[in-house]
């Protein structure tokens, strides 16, 4: 039923030495492009593969031209993998890199909303330290494209007061973990000024920035705030792991007048893949099937969403059907898709790069149990980091986090 | 910035050859002896609500060939950390202070090991001067249990407590209120000592400093914040950052001193002066005016937002191991030769340093859970089956 996932291929390959080796050479930290998939696994090969990530589903087949997604593909969730629009033909889209998509869905909500504004370190100028902006402030000057001292609390709250007066500002945080000095603005003025003042003030900013464990970065560098922040009344809060879906949430964020924190993850900056030409969003609210199954509900988000495809394919081979699901959304949990995949197959396995306590894992699993109890045979299995800060030695990181052999004994032992 | 200081130097290197006072006329030999020697700093110092101290700095030729040892191995060793981080032994960020030693220097020739010294993420030399060994650097940058986090800390987290050096910090600017702290304690204990808090231009606009500074000159606590501007926060000149790049001037109500932080004998002076300061007045800031040759990071090639020209000028006209080696050499305290032995000395040690380093093994497994808590200390009970229990007092 489900077509072998080798879509993600070249992606996938790229991150699975991170679980084999002890010390991995991957080329993940530097910005290279990532070559086609040869690597390391005995998948057989096959002549279609496809990626499906929407109600359009991008069909990745070589052998027949690529079908296109419809305009402005609003709904994220997809009914069947080999499903299709009908869509009228089209050009087949063009390829870039994660953070090239999101700085095109910046640039295109730029020109389309002169109230759009950057603001954050090392934006400008520089071009930004993962490049997302990089060439904006040529284009839209000083005034939009803003390049900060290094004073998170205080543009943040800056970006806050701005937003209330109806501009809409993209904060950048250089590393989420540096907006831990920015939470009381972001909690306080972000979350609840909409409430407070009775409605009368929205904010419509994005606070975006690049967090999680990355490669051997430090304890302090390797933060996962979506854990931190999930407690906070009136944000909403997206995690993307694809350059469709960064650009698609990128833009949403943006247009949406909620305020939203948009997590990016270090090391997905260099993935590769081929999106629309068209406009397009993505649902905020809606999580994104990745692989429709029968046996098991995965439930993932972020980086953990490769190792959870790299998992699957182990998993595939050894018989077993997981139903993948990137949640995508963390604030609030899209518990339809969710619901309508626990019903289906039973089990639940969370996979997160969040540490065990207080984590997201901990929140959903709260709100799956509350919900759909009765629909579940066994008990809901969570894999998250370990409670520890991340260490630098490159053994020890890796044993912190989520790895794909991991997955694979937790769906065997879900699935006895 | 620092290119008003190019023109500046043509003439500061001429009054070195012209030594105020010399005891010796004889060169001793190399390993220097201590009879007095004095020098005149590079420019004299600018000052803001307090009297500058004299540009004639008290040394002898001991300290000048210690200084020019001290440097050369922490030059050494930044570059071989360079070589290392491409061959994909240190991963992940690794800022380096070459241009920057002689803060680290002088700084230690002014001060004891019971004051404290705490800084930001540029921390190798740092910690090298306080007394850590290169294994322990090359070992930690590599994630090996030899290093002085045990591996787990890695760059930007480097801690020497028996000898007061704290750290080693990842975030912008959070280590001043922690410096601040360590000054409070000291005026707790009553122990003589201060507290040098290090940071950067980029760090010197954060908010954080300014309440600490408050709290600090309140309560007269013995610190000393010393920002080491090398003029660029990353990516962002000083001028594109701060509306007053006098940052020894920011305190306000605090008095403050500009250095030239390529002179390490103007280092060690106004740290001398600062350490008199803080002990009776309470904060002092220290601007010290330097310059680093590498790019923020390893990661950060640095020539995007400064031209190669400006840091080869600085490389010529300032560099402070140079500024040492033609002191050394005008007053005839060591040869050419010799200094280049030394050189060669020090490469040898770098290189014995990092093969060590890498026969270090990397961290055992179960280190992942160790010090997380402090445990051990008699009152713990944790997990599902309370295996943990233990309830002694100590």
């Known amino acids: 039923m489900a077509a072998t996932f080798h879509g993600v291929g070249a992606t996938v390959a790229a991150l699975s030495s991170s679980s084999s080796s002890s010390s991995p050479s991957n080329s993940f930290g530097s910005k290279k492009l990532l070559s086609s998939p040869s690597r390391s696994f005995s998948v057989r090969k096959r002549a279609s593969f496809t990626m499906v990530r929407s109600e359009g589903s991008m069909n990745f087949d070589l052998n027949s031209k690529g079908r296109r997604a419809q305009q402005l593909i609003a709904n994220a969730v997809a009914t069947k993998a080999d499903s299709s629009p009908a869509s009228s033909s089209s050009k087949p889209g063009h390829e870039l890199l994660l953070f090239e998509a999101l700085r095109e869905g910046l640039e295109e909500e730029m020109e389309r909303d002169p109230r759009v504004c950057v603001m954050g370190e090392d934006v400008g ?67 609840m000024l909409h409430y407070t003042s009775g409605g009368q003030f929205t904010i419509p900013i994005v606070i975006r920035g690049p967090g999680g464990v990355g490669r051997q970065l430090g304890a302090e560098h390797s933060q996962r705030l979506e854990s931190y922040f999930q407690s906070i009344p009136g944000i909403q809060m997206v995690a993307c792991s694809t350059p469709y879906n960064a650009k698609g949430l990128m833009k949403a964020a943006i247009r949406s007048e909620n305020p939203v ?26 999580a994104e099937m990745v692989r429709p199954g029968e046996h098991v509900t995965i439930l993932t988000y972020s980086r953990m969403r490769y190792h959870v495809m790299q998992a699957a394919k182990t998993l595939v081979n050894k018989g077993y059907d997981p139903e993948v699901i990137d ?51 066994a008990p809901i299995m969570c894999l998250s980091s370990q409670d520890v800060p991340t260490p630098y030695a490159g053994t020890l990181e890796e044993w912190t986090v989520v790895q794909p052999a991991q997955i694979v004994a937790a769906v065997e032992q879900l699935c006895q | 910035m620092a290119l008003s200081h190019l023109g500046a130097s ?29 020098v005149e700093t590079s420019v004299p110092f600018t000052s803001h609500q307090c009297e500058a101290p004299s540009r004639s700095v008290e040394t002898n030729p001991k300290e000048l060939l210690t200084f020019f040892r001290d440097m050369a191995l922490m030059r050494r060793m930044e570059i071989a950390a360079d070589s290392l981080y491409k061959a994909k032994l240190i991963r992940g960020f690794c800022h380096l202070y070459d241009g920057q030693e002689a803060v680290a220097v002088g700084m230690e020739a002014a001060i004891t090991k019971k004051d404290c010294i705490i800084t930001a993420y540029r921390d190798h030399c740092t ?196 500024r040492i080696r033609k002191l050394i050499l005008s007053h005839d305290l060591a040869t050419e030769k010799e200094l280049k032995d030394v050189e060669k000395e020090v490469r040898k040690e770098v290189d014995d340093a990092i093969a060590q380093a890498k026969e270090s093994p990397m961290p055992e497994p179960s280190e992942l859970f160790t010090n997380v808590y402090a445990k051990g200390l008699g009152v713990e009970s944790f997990g599902a089956d309370r295996k943990e229990v233990r309830a002694t007092l100590p």
């Open chain 2, 10 to 38: 043509a003439s500061r290197s001429s009054s070195l050859l012209k030594p105020l006072s010399s005891a010796l006329s004889l060169r001793r030999p190399i390993s220097g002896d201590n009879s007095p020697l004095t």
């Open chain 2, 127 to 322: 910690f090298v001067s306080r007394g850590g060994t290169l294994l322990e650097v090359f070992a930690e940058l590599m994630g090996r249990q030899a290093g002085c986090s045990k591996g787990k800390g890695g760059s930007m987290h480097f801690y020497k407590k028996d000898s007061n050096f704290y750290g080693g910090h990842g975030i912008v600017g959070a280590q001043v209120p922690l410096g601040c702290g360590l000054a409070f304690a000291q005026k707790y204990s009553k122990d003589e000592t201060v507290t040098f808090a290090l940071y950067g231009d980029g760090a010197a606009n954060q908010g954080q400093l300014f309440e600490a500074l408050n709290i600090s000159a309140l309560w007269d606590l013995p610190a000393i914040l010393v920002c080491e501007n090398n003029h660029y926060g990353m990516g962002t000149a000083e001028w594109r950052a701060a509306k007053s790049p006098a940052y020894y001037k920011r305190g306000d109500y605090v008095p403050g001193l500009k250095v030239d932080g390529m002179d390490a004998l103007a280092v060690k002076q106004a740290c001398k002066f600062a350490k008199e300061h803080a002990l009776k007045n309470g904060p002092i800031i220290l601007e010290m005016d330097t310059y680093r040759y590498h790019g923020h990071s390893m990661s950060d090639p640095g020539s995007t937002y400064r031209t190669r020209d400006e840091i080869s000028g600085v490389r010529q006209e300032r560099d402070p191991i140079e």
């Open chain 1, 261 to 286: 924190i948009l997590f990016e993850h270090v090391l997905l900056y260099n993935l590769k893949e081929r999106i629309p030409d068209e406009d397009y969003i993505c649902n905020l609210e809606e």
């Open chain 1, 327 to 377: 949640i995508r959304s963390l604030k609030p949990f899209d518990l339809y898709t969710i619901g309508n995949s626990v019903k289906k197959t039973h089990r639940v396995l969370i996979v997160e790069e969040c540490m065990r306590t207080g984590g997201i894992g901990a929140s959903l699993i709260a709100a799956i149990t509350e919900n759909f109890n009765d629909y579940l045979d």
């Open chain 1, 125 to 191: 100028h520089y071009g930004g330290s993962y490049k997302v902006t990089k060439g904006l402030a040529t284009k839209f000057g000083d005034l939009r494209v803003l390049d900060t001292p290094i004073a998170e609390n205080s543009f943040t709250g800056m970006g806050i007061g701005a937003a209330m007066t109806g501009l809409r500002p993209v904060v950048e945080g250089m590393n989420m973990g540096f907006l831990l000095l920015a939470f009381n603005q972001i909690s306080n003025n972000c979350g």
